[in-house]
């Protein structure tokens, strides 16, 4: 049983002792120096993450989630960025890694499956020397045997007749494939650490289910740590344990995938579930996006970056929701939820924000 | 790949038939005449209406062009004497046939186009490939001054320049000359660095500019960005997955540049004094020297739209998405 | 268009000359330059003085090889020649052009030819092929001459008359345009083609006008009496051609050598290499010396680089020179004033005499051509030329390397170099002329456009109101040569054929041949020079002709004013240290190649 | 010395950072149009706007050649060298430096003794001049065709696009040589005299015919991209006329690469023009013009090298100004470029 911790910059994760969390993130800042200004794009997160278990990540587009996993990666490009606050895999401190030491273990320990196969594989290579690549850098093998292993690999992501397609180049290949194949290249060194960045979000709804088994699979069978990124909740309900949902760059909730489904708290996620459509649903009922657009990051709104979207901020006294930010607020079992309503008001309203 | 030879081949001769008609045609809108440049000082009606016809001025202009063109291929007999085929006629000055001319020529024009672009390309594509990876640094920064000022002179400025101070005052480099590969290798290289240098200077100043920014373009694509996700080395990220890409748009610019190379070489041969296509060119015209002037126009015309296929077939190797048809 | 920076086929009117006897004299006193306080240029003028070598007709002991030894020369090496344009024409029968002449010496042979002293310079026609410069007979209509013996072509084949009855012959044939035309005009007349078509008809010349009694002899059958038949005789057609090997029009790319080289390479406008012909004989040759092994001739070399190339004679042009090409007018300078250079100066006279045509068919009053005359800025015109170097101040018709050369200065333009404003007011107001407003029409070059500033700022101060045509210069002759053109004023440049004045004043100053495309551009028709130039040409005797062709020049210039002269042009050039026997050829206008030799 | 080398990418070294950022900073702060940013971002870039400066000025001098000439008391067609005996015999400056003093301050011209100064201010004024106009006409033949080209696509695609081919087979040099007296002969009857703005238009016209096709390409590509864009789309599904869908929709996405390429062409063509000068086939004396000054002094560097001094100076000058002002003015429309 794991539990994410409280927003406080340091301090031991509560919750059950003895399982160490693999990847620990403690109070990440990331901030782009860019013409217009600084942009804090992701703001003071901290998470802990477990071998065998999966962390889901949701939130709008912008709202810090890929940014973050760059940063775990430590890909970003440090002439325009700034990345503080620590990053521990397996107790090894990433930040301020050197860049070699990072080179060893990205590929192997810890990889990325990118979110759009088609731009995020070289168009100049075959597929399999893409795939091969990092496992002889990583494994010292031989051209052959890496060749061997890349066949296996697109064999195990489910791509047929793979010692023939090994060769093709990624143009060659449907979007399905091209993200098995985006896949087998991040399983290829078996890593421990698994970033999924909205992997399944170009696909279909069969190769979206045929992907999310064979993760699990793959967790099952290495006891692998995923980092689940997306903007679906209905895929956060399949395959993950805990959630956390960012907005402008922080953490406005997290808990259980129980908890966030079925009580959420935060008017944010209210919105995101809001805005879902479910099986249950009857066909003419419309589905309600949330007004508005994110907040810009370089200059955003003072008090509870939501506020402007907020449907419920008047009902917050003394306008605090466009003064004060509201603290992300622990309430026991690893669950927390930053907003200025009260309990009450929120378990009143719960019902009626998301059916 | 065949079907596309057979069309650019053919898209070719077209554009080549269509401006030696142009050049053919527009030359009789001149007022001078061929004639009365070459009967000296016996320019009576009689012997100017004999050199008309000797120089086979005296047929309606079109069936001249046809003559001319089909020449080419068949080779012709003319009042001055048979001239075989690959036949472009006779020189009006000095009766040579052009196309022994031409052959006598083009190497210098092509040693200097080649080394040129040899010179601006290594350099060139060099220092870019520096600038990108040391890039901020204060070496990226003076590079791109200094590629700026490259930029912005002109062979006609520095030229002169250089061989006042570098040749004539330092003794540093020799003088230009015409190559002469079969018997002076040597002297041949050695005639041809300065030209060359010269000519490349603005030049290269380009490709490291457009080197340089198309790498980071590169560097910031997401499969450069997977490449390193992999856990690749910055150098192999860098040439094997950034600079792949880069070349595509640096041979692009390049195919863009052959005939701004041909240019620069004619403004460098005259400069340097060497006999190239281009010093060969400004003589046809000057000299009224028609037969010359369509050698030179196709010559060179045809070079660059060849060289401009062999470019395009190119890309096919560079980037396996690109299909020839 | 001057042959300096000039293609060599648009230097019309500028071919080989000769000189007869003239007396020796120097006119340094023209070429001072404007050198005032400071000025480099007034040292410079001893660098650029010239003089003028007398020439004699030579007898048949002159003409028996070989030729007189250089004090210190050796046989050996390669010489280079840099030449600014490249050659049109390689056959001799087309050669007109003085580069065409001077380089044809080196790989043909003429009946005659000119002997230059290593020594003294002093120049003399003898006989080249032939044992003397000829014998006429018939009161001048018959010309006989003798070939020397051992002669041979670059096979060993000997050298027959009839060969050179054959060279004659293709004189007529239709792809002969370029060369000179008096032997086939005083053979067969005007229309010689129409009465004969070359010997690729078949047929040959009747014994009634070209004999070979033995295949050493030919006679020559004139229409009319021609005293300067051995000058004639010097012009490079006036040699054999082995039928066997003549190969038409293309002979004009590859002829075959009877001269002391043979062609090895040729590469049109770019390079011509001599190589030593194993089978002349230097015992029947009185004019070449021929020391140099090879000569490697560099075509289409840019002005300045030429000039800095000999100047700096840096790897093998020490062993260069430029045979036809002087010095580039922004070079001059340093060359007339650097002592280093002295040593391999060479500083003559060509045979060109530059001027201004005044086209009398539309400036009618010769007063209004005098006023010209007058406001002419000739110290201003050589300035922008180049000044003393290039060439001197001309005040006459004639040049200093033709015979009977009299400096002769009717308008006192030495006096007044700068022009006469003033005077030229004058006359126009006699004249009653007002707002004069004339038309100069230029070639569209750099020098040309200069001398274009020049003149408008200098006839203004006259009143004169100078509009300037810029026409392209591939078409300049074409359209000041029309009759009906509409120019006041335009430009040309004579040389003599060879030093007699009946190469200059009838084709300039005959106004029975104004034609389209004729030379005498301004148009003077006056019926008294007319019927004087038929006078003139009658007169047998060389030096009485001389004298003349000089006073009729003089009435000419001082009466009908249709020309105004400006400049004597000068070969003035730097050779390569590594040459030795460098000679001036005069009548070419040239470097005498026959003499050099390689230290 | 081509315009062809313009039509490269414009180099935009955008970073995934960047590009994350402009995701992140989401919208643009309320109140500003990309316009004013742009020009807020140019202000601040201080290269740019020095050379903005420096190119105004070489503007104005070009318009206002007359009064400064006037306020320096020379003009250019005066021959004070040969005048007031400045030359020597050789037609070279007596004085030394190429005779710069207090009346001649860049000294005079050697052979005609021009005043040099004068001789540049017009010069400049000429070339500037009609680097200007095949500059304007080059980018509304480009844009227009380019629109249409891509716009239109098919058949006129592609027969436009092998046209432009052909143009760019050319071996433009050879063109210009070739082709510059033709086009002379065909306004100028023979023999009579030219007029300067014969030679002006001339030489507009042959670099014109050869200048449009690079940007027409760029605009082309740009406008294929745009084209599949919904709002276009919606435009045309909406029953837009062609002409309102290209002025309402595509001309104003296309207008910042289309002002970064002239910034970068002029100074192209001004290059281009004194080349064709100093080949002898562009203006002509008396004709004051920057090539021609270029001819001259290739002809006296050995006797009066400070006479390729100033025109040489001056173009290095008036191009590095307009190269980086074209790099800043990218800049500012194109923000995401990190340099």
Redesign the interface.
């Known amino acids: 049983m794991t539990t994410a911790t409280e927003d406080r910059p340091t301090g031991p994760p509560e919750g059950t002792p003895g399982t160490e969390p693999f990847l620990s993130v403690r109070d990440l800042r990331v901030r782009?120096a860019?013409?217009?200004g600084l942009?804090k794009?992701v703001d003071g997160l901290s998470f802990d993450l477990p071998r065998g278990r999966t962390l889901g990540i949701v939130g709008e587009?912008?709202s810090?989630k890929?940014?973050t996993n760059?940063a775990v990666l430590g890909?970003?490009?440090p002439r325009?960025?700034t990345v503080t606050g620590d990053i521990l895999l397996d107790g090894r401190e990433l930040t301020h890694a050197p860049r070699r030491a990072l080179e060893r273990l990205r590929g192997n320990t810890m990889s990325m499956i990118f979110q759009d196969s088609l731009t995020a594989l070289s168009p100049y290579y075959t597929v399999g020397r893409q795939i091969a690549e990092p496992y002889r850098k990583h494994t010292g093998a031989s051209r052959a045997r890496a060749r061997r292993r890349a066949v296996e690999m697109l064999g195990r992501v489910g791509i047929p007749r793979p010692e023939r397609r090994v060769d093709d180049y990624p143009h060659h290949f449907s979007g399905g494939m091209r993200q098995r194949a985006m896949i087998a290249l991040a399983l290829v060194c078996d890593p421990e650490l698994l970033i999924a960045d909205e992997p399944t979000t170009a696909l279909d709804v069969t190769v979206q289910a045929q992907i999310l088994d064979l993760l699990a699979d793959l967790q099952r069978e290495r006891g692998t740590a995923i980092v689940f990124v997306t903007h679906d909740l209905g895929v956060v309900a399949g395959v993950c344990d805990e959630v956390l949902v960012m907005y402008a760059?922080r953490c406005v909730e997290r808990g259980t995938v129980r908890d966030i489904l079925k009580s959420p708290r935060h008017p944010y996620t209210w919105g995101l579930l809001g805005s879902l459509p479910r099986m249950t649903d009857d066909a003419d009922e419309p589905l309600r996006p949330i007004p508005g657009?994110?907040?810009?990051?370089?200059?955003p709104p003072p008090g509870c970056p939501f506020h402007p979207r907020c449907p419920y901020r008047d009902q917050v006294p003394d306008d605090r929701c466009r003064v004060e930010r509201p603290p992300l607020a622990p309430e026991g079992g690893g669950r927390a939820s930053a907003c200025h309503l009260p309990d009450e008001r929120v378990r009143e309203l719960t019902p009626g924000a998301v059916r | 790949m065949l079907r596309f030879l057979v069309r650019r081949l053919l898209?070719a001769v077209?554009?080549l038939a269509?401006?030696s008609a142009l050049?053919y045609l527009?030359?009789f809108?001149?007022?001078s005449d061929p004639a009365l440049l070459s009967c000296g000082k016996n320019c009576t009606p009689a012997n100017v209406a004999l050199i008309h016809h000797n120089l086979g001025l005296d047929k309606p202009v079109p069936v001249q062009y046809g003559e001319y063109m089909a020449g080419i291929f068949t080779g012709r007999r003319l009042p001055l004497g048979n001239c075989p085929a690959p036949c472009f006629g006779l020189s009006f000055a000095n009766d040579a046939p052009v196309w022994t001319i031409l052959s006598s020529r083009y190497p210098t024009t092509l040693s200097l186009a080649v080394g040129g672009a040899a010179v601006f390309l290594t350099v060139g594509v060099g220092l870019g490939l520096v600038s990108a990876w040391t890039r901020g640094s204060l070496f990226d920064r003076l590079a791109s001054s200094v590629s700026?000022?490259g930029?912005?002179?002109?062979?006609?400025?520095i030229?002169?320049?250089a061989?006042?101070l570098l040749v004539?005052r330092l003794r540093w480099l020799d003088p230009g000359a015409d190559p002469d590969w079969s018997h002076d290798p040597a002297g041949a290289v050695g005639g041809l660095v300065l030209p060359c240098l010269v000519m490349s200077v603005?030049f290269w100043s380009?490709y490291s500019?457009?080197t340089?920014?198309?790498m980071?373009?590169q560097l910031?694509e997401?499969h450069v960005?997977t490449a390193r996700a992999k856990g690749m080395g910055r150098g192999y990220v860098f040439f094997r997955y950034a600079l792949r890409g880069a070349m595509g748009?640096i041979v692009?610019?390049f195919g863009?540049?052959l005939?701004?190379v041909?240019?620069?070489a004619?403004?460098t041969e005259?400069?340097f004094g060497l006999h190239g296509l281009?010093q060969l060119?400004?003589a046809a015209?000057t000299q009224t020297d028609l037969p010359l002037?369509m050698g030179?126009?196709l010559f060179?015309?045809c070079a660059?739209?060849l060289f401009?296929v062999v470019i395009d077939a190119s890309y096919a190797f560079i980037d396996p998405r690109v299909r020839l048809l | 268009m001057r042959l300096r920076n000039s293609t060599a086929r648009t230097a019309r009117a500028r071919c080989g000359a000769a000189l007869l006897a003239a007396t020796a004299l120097t006119l340094s006193a023209c070429s001072?330059?404007?050198?005032?306080g400071?000025?480099?240029?007034?040292g410079?003028?001893d660098g650029a003085k010239a003089s003028v070598q007398s020439v004699t007709l030579g007898t048949a002991a002159d003409s028996v090889g070989p030729a007189t030894a250089v004090a210190g020369a050796h046989k050996g090496g390669t010489a280079y020649d840099l030449e600014q344009n490249g050659i049109n024409h390689l056959d001799p029968a087309q050669a007109y052009i003085n580069q065409e002449q001077i380089i044809g010496q080196l790989f043909s042979r003429q009946l005659t030819n000119y002997r230059i002293d290593p020594r003294t310079g002093k120049t003399t026609l003898v006989g080249d092929l032939a044992t003397d410069t000829g014998e006429s007979s018939d009161g001048g209509r018959t010309w006989t001459y003798h070939l020397k013996p051992g002669l041979t072509w670059q096979d060993g084949t000997p050298i027959t008359s009839a060969q050179v009855k054959y060279g004659f012959e293709r004189l007529y044939a239709s792809f002969e345009t370029a060369g000179p035309q008096y032997v086939q005009t005083w053979l067969s007349g005007q229309d010689f083609r129409k009465a004969y078509q070359g010997p690729y008809s078949g047929k040959s010349l009747p014994d009634s006008v070209i004999a070979t009694p033995d295949n050493r002899t030919i006679v020559l059958h004139f229409l009319a009496p021609h005293p300067d038949t051995p000058y004639a005789m010097a012009l490079s057609g006036s040699g054999p051609v082995l039928p066997a090997k003549d190969t038409e029009a293309k002979y004009d790319s590859a002829p075959f050598s009877d001269g002391p080289y043979e062609i090895a390479d040729y590469q049109p406008g770019k390079q011509l290499l001599l190589r030593r012909n194993p089978h002349w004989d230097p015992r029947t040759d009185p004019v070449r010396d021929a020391y140099p092994d090879e000569w490697d001739i560099e075509l289409g070399i840019a002005?300045?680089g030429l000039t800095?190339r000999l100047m700096q004679q840096a790897g093998h042009d020490k062993d260069a020179l430029a045979l036809v090409a002087p010095a580039?007018?922004?070079?001059?300078?340093?060359i007339?004033t650097g002592a280093q250079y002295r040593s391999r100066l060479v500083s003559q006279y060509q045979p060109f005499v530059d001027v201004f045509n005044i086209n009398t068919s539309r400036v009618k009053d010769e007063r209004v051509r005098q006023a010209l005359m007058y406001a002419f800025p000739m110290r201003?015109v050589?300035?922008?030329?180049?000044?003393?170097?290039q060439g001197d101040l001309a005040t006459d018709l004639i040049g200093p390397t033709v015979a009977g050369f009299q400096a002769a200065d009717p308008f006192g333009k030495l006096a007044e170099p700068n022009g006469d404003p003033a005077k030229a007011k004058e006359l126009l107001k006699q004249a009653g002329v007002t707002h004069l407003k004339l038309?100069y029409?230029y070639a569209?070059e750099?020098r040309w456009?200069?001398v274009?500033?020049?003149l408008q700022?200098a006839f203004a101060k006259a009143g004169i109101d100078l509009?300037?045509?810029?026409?392209?210069s591939t078409?300049y002759y074409t359209?000041v040569g029309k009759v009906n053109?509409?120019?006041d004023l335009y430009r040309t440049g004579w040389g003599a054929d060879w030093p007699s004045a009946s190469t200059v004043i009838p084709p300039t100053m005959d106004g029975r041949l104004i034609a389209d495309g004729d030379t005498d551009y301004a148009h003077l028709n006056d019926p008294y020079v007319n019927a004087a130039i038929d006078r003139v040409e009658k007169i047998t005797d060389l030096s009485q002709q001389a004298v003349q062709w000089q006073q009729l020049a003089q009435y000419i210039l001082k009466n009908d004013t249709p020309v105004i002269p400006y400049e004597y042009d000068k070969y003035f050039n730097v050779h390569g240290d590594g040459l030795g026997g460098v000679t001036y050829n005069s009548p070419l206008g040239a470097i005498n190649p026959n003499t050099v030799y390689v230290k | 010395?081509?315009s062809?080398?313009e039509?490269?990418?414009t180099?935009?070294?955008?970073?995934?950072?960047?590009?994350?950022?402009?995701?992140?900073?989401?919208?643009?702060?309320v109140g500003r149009s990309p316009r004013q940013?742009a020009w807020i971002?140019f202000r601040r870039d201080r290269t740019g706007v020095v050379c903005a400066v420096i190119v105004a000025c070489f503007i104005l001098i070009a318009l206002a050649a007359p009064l400064i000439t006037k306020a320096y008391g020379k003009n250019p067609?005066?021959?004070y060298g040969?005048?007031d005996?400045l030359?020597?015999?050789?037609?070279?400056p007596?004085k030394p430096n190429g005779g710069i003093d207090g009346a001649h301050w860049f000294g005079v011209e050697?052979?005609?003794g021009r005043d040099v100064l004068a001789l540049l201010v017009y010069g400049i004024r000429t070339s500037l001049g009609i680097a200007l106009c095949v500059t304007v006409l080059s980018v509304v033949a480009g844009v227009t065709v380019g629109l249409f080209q891509g716009y239109l696509g098919g058949r006129t695609d592609y027969v436009v696009g092998?046209f432009s081919?052909?143009m760019?087979?050319?071996?433009?040099?050879?063109f210009f040589?070739?082709?510059t007296?033709?086009i002379?002969?065909?306004f100028v009857r023979?023999?009579?005299?030219?007029p300067t703005w014969i030679r002006f238009a001339a030489l507009v016209i042959v670099q014109f015919v050869l200048g449009w096709m690079?940007l027409g390409r760029l605009v082309r590509a740009q406008v294929l991209s745009l084209r599949t864009r919904e709002y276009v789309e919606a435009a045309r599904l909406s029953g837009a006329s062609t002409a309102r869908i290209v002025r309402r929709e595509l001309l104003p996405n296309i207008w910042s690469t289309v002002l970064v390429q002239s910034t970068l062409l002029l100074?192209v063509n001004v290059?281009a023009e004194?080349?064709l000068s100093?080949?002898?086939?562009g203006m002509?004396?008396?004709t004051p013009d920057w090539?021609l000054m270029?001819?001259?002094?290739?002809?006296?560097?050995?006797?009066?090298?400070t006479y390729?001094f100033f025109p040489?100076v001056a173009?290095?000058v008036f191009?590095?100004a307009f190269?980086?002002l074209g790099d800043s003015v990218r800049d500012a429309l194109d923000?995401k470029t990190?340099r």
């Open positions: 782009f860019t013409e217009d942009v794009a587009s912008g810090g890929s940014v760059l890909l970003h490009d325009v960025t760059g657009t994110p907040p810009s990051l370089l200059t | 898209g077209v554009i269509l401006i050049t527009l030359f809108t001149l007022p700026l000022m930029q912005s002179v002109q062979i006609y400025f030229g002169p320049l061989i006042y004539d603005i380009n500019r457009q340089r920014s198309l980071i373009e910031a997401e960005r748009p692009t610019l863009i540049d005939g701004s041909f240019g620069g004619i403004i005259t400069t281009g060119a400004v015209v002037e030179v126009m060179s015309s660059i739209v401009n | 001072a330059g404007g050198g005032t400071g000025d480099t240029g007034g410079g003028a002005q300045p800095e580039d007018p922004t070079q001059t300078p340093l007339a201003q050589q300035t922008a030329l180049g000044g003393a170097p038309t029409a569209d750099a456009q200069t274009a500033r020049t700022s509009q300037t045509t810029a026409i392209d078409s359209l053109n509409p120019y | 010395m081509t062809a080398r039509t490269t990418t180099g935009s070294d955008n970073e995934t950072d960047a590009a994350l950022a402009r995701a992140a900073s989401g919208t643009v702060p940013l971002r067609y005066t021959l040969q005048d005996g030359l020597n015999s050789y037609g070279l007596l050697p052979g005609l092998r081919d052909l760019m087979s050319f071996p433009q040099q050879l040589i070739a082709f007296p033709v002379v002969a065909m023979p023999g009579n005299a030219e690079a100074p290059t004194a080349g100093y080949l002898g086939v002509q004396t008396p090539g270029f001819q001259d002094a290739a002809q006296y560097y050995q006797s009066d090298i390729m040489g173009m290095v191009v590095v190269n980086l923000p990190v």
